[in-house]
């Protein structure tokens, strides 16, 4: 198990449990003593828990606080390539995509084989991946800009994408939780609702670790989406869950 997942799951036992003891954490990842020392000193050293006797505590401030863009590219990368590899395989000659806003969308721009396509996006980040290639006619909503997540959101944006048409809308999620598909800030969620709603074809992006969790807002359902494109991390029990109502894309 790679370091970064192995952080990311020490962080949703916290976020479950605030407190978890050293023999709880060997139980669930299969390590040593000693790299679970280390991985919890790495996670201490960023102000992501506290280490207590036995174990370790959550950082109660951070485990009610929407990550930023910046935290959120460090972790899963190699998870979040290959979902991006995955939703890229899926975009034709021609289409016009929407591309929410997320780190993994972000790496979607490595892994498109097309001469030509319309993008459409409300992430700078995105925006700025695709930006001077020749390839790509490019269009950035406007509005508000929300710093937390490098996005475009409000009335404006909204108006906007509501006048829009796409073959494919790829849009991330903080956590879904049986038919929920959940983020943590409901100005962009109402935006992903209404680019969905105007997609052919609608894919939900989330890696293993955003599954079985419910976030503060709800924006979609799974069963009306085309597909989920996840890793191959996914616990079998939640993927045959799924399978019995979307398409699960691994």
Request: charged residues 25%; hydrophobic residues 40%.
């Amino acid at each position: 198990m790679l370091r970064d997942e192995r952080h990311q799951r020490i962080i949703d036992m916290l976020d479950s449990n605030r407190i978890v003891s050293v023999s709880e954490i060997k139980a669930n990842l299969q390590v040593t003593d000693m790299t679970i020392r280390r991985d919890l000193k790495a996670l201490e050293e960023k102000g992501l828990l506290t280490r207590v006797h036995g174990g370790a505590k959550g950082n109660k401030e951070y485990y009610s606080q929407e990550l930023s863009h910046g935290e959120k590219q460090q972790m899963n990368i190699d998870e979040k390539r290959y979902i991006a590899q995955l939703a890229a395989a899926r975009i034709e000659e021609n289409d016009t995509v929407f591309l929410g806003p997320g780190t993994t969308n972000e790496f979607i721009y490595d892994y498109i084989n097309v001469s030509q396509a319309r993008i459409v996006t409300n992430s700078i980040p995105v925006f700025l991946r695709f930006m001077n290639d020749p390839r790509f006619e490019l269009l950035i909503v406007g509005g508000r800009y929300r710093e937390k997540t490098n996005a475009i959101v409000g009335t404006f944006a909204n108006e906007m994408l509501q006048q829009i048409k796409v073959n494919k809308a790829f849009i991330g999620t903080n956590r879904i939780h049986e038919h929920h598909i959940t983020n943590l800030n409901e100005e962009e969620g109402v935006l992903q609702k209404i680019i969905l709603e105007n997609a052919s074809e609608k894919y939900i992006l989330a890696d293993h670790t955003k599954f079985a969790q419910e976030a503060f807002y709800i924006f979609y359902d799974v069963r009306n989406v085309d597909a989920i494109i996840t890793d191959q991390l996914i616990d079998p029990e939640i993927k045959a869950f799924y399978e019995k109502i979307t398409t699960v894309i691994n």
